[in-house]
T-cell receptor, first 115, second 110 residues
Framework: GAGVSQSPSNKVTEKGKDVELRCDPISGHTALYWYRQSLGQGLEFLIY????????KSGLPSDRFSAERTGGSVSTLTIQRTQQEDSAVYLC?????????????FGNGTRLTVT | QQQVKQSPQSLIVQKGGISIINCAYE??????FPWYQQFPGKGPALLIA?????SEKKEGRFTISFNKSAKQFSLHIMDSQPGDSATYFC?????????FGGGTRLMVKP
């Protein structure tokens, strides 16, 4: 079946512009996560959704970052007034249920470059 | 604060050798410890996982060793192959979140 789909795969934007990153999770997966991976670094947690609600927004690095999820499916991560330090690969993952051993299924990410 | 420390950052192993990656944690609330494998241009994918009440789990050439008292766990890749060349991440689960280590870039030379 189809995996997690992210778009665009690459995005180059000028400093100060807003960007929207999209994630289509696997159908039926109720949990959705956003992570950020900087060059050569680990995965930094950004936000978690259970259904449409986001009980944990603790990882969002600043108020320029926001995310929403509609219909328990598609999620959008928005970065306002982008800065060069926002350059990274943004990964989305979904999981079929809210359980400790439920594996995360990652998309291939959106590579964001802020010039 | 990095809650899961992973080492080494990079590793070069000859084909047929054993690759060993180590992780350490401090948060005793962690209740599940998966390892993810990531190839260039792809998202990470679950490789193998262990619960803290088990000391070892083996799946094919991949083995997790877990030391609860030391709060350490490691991934062993036996008979390493060039196709194993990838970045490996350990992770630890608590609440609704996975916390990842910094990653290890493994290169297996033919």
């Amino acid at each position: 079946g189809a995996g997690v789909s992210q778009s665009p795969s690459n995005k180059v934007t000028e400093k100060g512009k807003d960007v929207e990153l999209r994630c289509d999770p696997i159908s039926g997966h109720t949990a959705l996560y956003w992570y950020r991976q900087s060059l050569g670094q680990g995965l930094e947690f950004l936000i978690y959704f259970q259904g449409n609600s986001a009980p944990d927004k603790s990882g969002l690095p600043s108020d320029r970052f926001s995310a929403e999820r509609t219909g328990g499916s598609v999620s959008t991560l928005t970065i306002q007034r982008t800065q060069q330090e926002d350059s990274a690969v943004y990964l989305c993952a979904s999981s079929p249920r809210r359980s400790y051993n439920s594996p995360l299924h990652f998309g291939n990410g959106t590579r964001l470059t802020v010039t | 604060q990095q809650q899961v420390k992973q080492s080494p950052q990079s590793l070069i192993v000859q084909k047929g050798g054993i690759s060993i990656i180590n992780c350490a944690y401090e948060n005793t609330a962690f209740d599940y410890f998966p390892w993810y494998q990531q190839f260039p241009g792809k998202g990470p994918a679950l490789l193998i996982a262990i619960r803290p009440d088990v000391s070892e789990k083996k799946e094919g050439r991949f083995t997790i060793s877990f030391n609860k008292s030391a709060k350490q766990f490691s991934l062993h890749i036996m008979d390493s192959q060039p196709g194993d060349s990838a970045t490996y991440f350990c992770a630890a689960h608590a609440g609704n979140m996975l916390t990842f280590g910094g990653g290890t870039r493994l290169m297996v030379k033919p």
